[in-house]
């Protein structure tokens, strides 16, 4: 038995605040734009396609079909069932599998077994008791896909499905998209899946992705709330999300990795050191998009206080103690090293704290600041730069990640940090990246070198790979040379509209404007 | 694909009247009494049951509870639950069984093949996504236990069901029961099993099984009428299930062997020779129970007719073409002979026919009726009586069924039937019956020859049984020497509360009343 409770640290005033700023839902009703017949083993059968609106198909006992939607969207379903034959005479019993892309329905889901619950994938086995009538599922899924198979019903009847409908649900407009489009095909069509992806996780919170956590992470947040800025503007989502983290905390004051907002605000006993600090770079970003000093004020204490107890964590030689820190996650990766990285991360997150004590007057923390991160810059050189191999090493290990985040904390800069990001195949090799998050950073470190071209030919090949796969939004994990990779050691489980991959919608307007 | 359509001729005057009359259900709010552990294969563990109120037990993936209510109840559960370890990261994935007698917890549901749908057998998965938090199922179940097992939960917290509650329902009402028990030991858990099947049967109609079909069937309502006549005398559910059956026939005027009532009233496509003919007496009874004029002149026609679309199965013998006629029903035993049952029942129904006729005045079809009475009595004696035997037999098969039935249609009456009656074991052994409705016909019979004391015994020793094998209430079928017959090849779909086995309830009260 579990007994020991975590109590997290809860300020009433802050989550107040939070729920006042829910957003308002947009429901759009969907129909399928076309009709799949299931083959026996449950896949979309590709030679048997119908358009939306052809007549009603009966269906017995081990027959399906699947409704594409056309693009994906996050909401609720309603079914109208029918029948052909006697009146029935016993329930449909209906199996339904959601998908966000077509792949997934050729899963085996039965045979997952990865270390995150098998209760995220989005199947129902649903008794359907009175045909005629309309089935409404009350669960919200992600999804273009929607296979409905019948897994048993009587041989009085077969079941019709006469009608399937969609309530797509966001917190996004439309109407406030800035009149921005590339005229660049490809450039196009990745800014398309990445005002879908953001899209389908603007929901009551920024949402890392719909299909399963359906909670607020940090490191997530930061980069949707930068894509919001330059898309969907809903300014207010993310004062509400750095609120229900200032509000629910950690014991020791802590941002947590993750926050639940549902059934009540509360933060997760879950926390991450790089996630705890840059909600320092989200907040001095929300403050410059909006000018809301209300926020700046609620929120500054919190956000110096995670800079603080990040620096808590240094040795005497200035280097972070990551046997005694919360988890780093940096990125998926396998085998990637962590210690150099979480360095490199806390200078850089000191830099916008910095800013914002800048912003705010405290022009004595700032000064604290800066000789702060003068003394770790100094402490990642000594430590981590390996001047035979000319690029930062952690336990002997090269990793792009860390050279990214050196790049980023300015540890390295100008033509020496140019150099180091130009040999990116070679860190690659010795550990790829595998996130779009991580990816996201890569590409701002080229641009703050001013290698603009090497930034957008990396978002044209890896965003642009995703396109070309047929994704209608982006996942949360891309390995060009191998779709199957996932962190949960099942795909099953691997969500397709993940926001932090969404960033090339604020990539492009704001750097490639003119393309 | 099935593409010819049922037309059920339909009154909507009568179908009117019907809706009319739709009961008021009473709801009662019931918690369990006491809650087993399942063990690893599902099954409640003997060795660890736990009293209601017992403090909130956390709950891993593989593991469950089985919550027993203490009695058969009909409707609806909600269940509230918590956790226990981290605050829920994923939703949780359960399996709910819902039992009527505890051994079918025991069952291989998954392995049912039998040839009624296994959409009936009464299970459900659902993610419950809010914790803490309370779901409410949505559909009606008929059960005493509830097995709610943990089919995936995330590591990061336990499972804990802090309250399962039911919502019982049923449009019987206690308080309208007459001051009545056995004092006899035997005979009140018998009467009190009898009541128990009959409340729960008792909804928006006279369901013949709340597990399962949920609707009219017209051989079950005869009895259930009788019953309810001597207890919850709801006499307008019956009045209201007779006009369902008149107000929605087959396209030539026959009587449907059952009808559906929901989402509107609707005649079945199946027909049965002897349940249409069973309108008439469940007709006159209700008529002699009620003194209810404006019903009697409603449906007499209809009554009249079916005697009528009968007997236009006769052979120029008096004989029953059963080639031609609706499927014969009598009773769910393997290889029993129905041809000659089918005539004792039309002539048994024509008795209530012409009693009808004379009710209403219509002496000419009174007259006409037992003419033809006493030509087929005759028919019967010539073709089915084996002199050699003294007994009938049909087909060279002389099953205690159609002994019964010959008895109680007066073609043999007095001492000879007696008799026959009394030869019981011989004529169970060529074919033994295997319903309680069928047993009910056999006391009748035993009590229309005067043979109290071999009815008493008879309804000791078969409805006993049941009661000694821990019953609530009693099953759709019931083999003394065979607990797993099911006349469905898997005892997963049996009904455990059926109506037609509630008789006692009358039969005690009408025949033994000082017992």
Chains 1, 2 share one sequence.
Not at 174 to 200: H, M, V
Not at 246 to 257: F, T, V, Y
Not at 282 to 291: C, I, Q, R, S
Request: proline share 5%; glycine share 6%; hydrophobic share 40%.
């Amino acid at each position: 038995m579990i007994d020991q409770k975590f109590i997290p640290k809860n300020d009433a005033s802050l989550l107040r605040k939070a729920q006042a700023l829910k957003p308002v839902l947009f429901h759009e009703t969907v129909r399928p734009c076309r009709i799949f017949r299931l083959t026996e083993n449950g896949c979309p059968d590709p030679d048997a396609v119908l358009p939306a609106g052809s007549p009603a198909i009966p269906l017995k006992a081990g027959e399906g079909l699947c409704f594409d939607f056309g693009n994906h969207h996050v909401g609720h379903i309603k079914i109208r069932f029918g029948s052909t034959g006697s009146h029935p005479d016993a329930p449909a019993l209906i199996k339904l599998r959601f998908a966000e892309r077509q792949e997934e329905l050729m899963e085996d889901t039965a045979g997952y077994n990865g270390w995150i619950s098998k209760s995220w994938i989005q199947e129902e086995t649903v008794h359907v008791d009175l045909i005629p009538g309309t089935e409404v599922l009350k669960r919200r899924y992600a999804f273009r896909y929607v296979a409905v198979s019948v897994e048993a019903v009587s041989k009085k009847y077969d079941l019709v499905i006469e009608e399937v409908e969609c309530d797509s649900i966001t917190s996004a407009e439309d109407g406030r998209l800035p009149a921005y489009a590339p005229a660049d095909p490809q450039l196009r069509e990745i800014y398309r899946i990445c005002l879908r992806t953001l899209r389908g996780c603007m929901q009551d919170v920024f949402e890392d992705g719909p299909k399963r956590d359906r909670r607020l992470w940090m490191g997530d947040l930061r980069l949707q709330a930068l894509a919001n800025y330059a898309a969907f503007r809903n300014n207010d989502l993310v004062k509400r999300c750095l609120y229900l983290f200032a509000g629910s905390r950690q014991p020791d004051g802590k941002l947590s990795a993750c926050v639940f907002h549902e059934p009540v605000p509360e933060a997760d006993d879950t926390c991450m050191f790089d996630y705890m600090l840059l909600f320092v770079p989200a907040l001095y970003e929300y403050w410059k998009e909006t000018g809301d000093r209300e926020a700046l004020e609620d929120l500054y204490e919190t956000a110096q206080l995670q800079i603080d107890l990040a620096a808590a964590f240094l040795r005497e030689d200035g280097t972070v103690c990551t046997e005694l820190t919360p988890h780093v996650f940096i990125d998926w990766a396998e085998g990637l090293k962590k210690e150099a990285a979480a360095l490199a991360v806390l200078i850089y997150c000191m830099r916008y704290a910095a800013a914002l004590a800048a912003e705010t007057g405290d022009l004595e923390r700032e000064s604290l600041l800066r000789k702060k991160i003068e003394i770790l810059k100094q402490a990642a050189l000594r430590t981590y730069y390996d001047p035979e191999r000319k690029c930062f090493t952690d336990d002997g290990q090269a990793a792009l990640a860390l050279q990214v985040w050196m790049v980023l904390a300015g540890v390295v800069s100008g033509t020496e940090a140019a150099a180091l990001l130009a040999r990116r195949e070679a860190f690659e090799r010795e550990c790829a990246m595998m996130t779009p998050y991580m990816h996201h950073y890569y590409v701002m470190a080229l641009l703050s070198c001013g290698m603009r071209e090497a930034a957008l030919a990396h978002i044209r090949s890896y965003w642009g790979s995703m396109a070309a796969a047929g994704a209608d939004t982006c996942p949360e994990i891309w390995v060009q040379d191998d779709p199957d990779a996932s962190p949960y050691k099942g795909k099953a489980v691997n969500s397709y509209c993940h926001a932090w991959s969404c960033t090339p919608a604020m990539l492009l307007p704001a750097y490639f404007p003119a393309l």
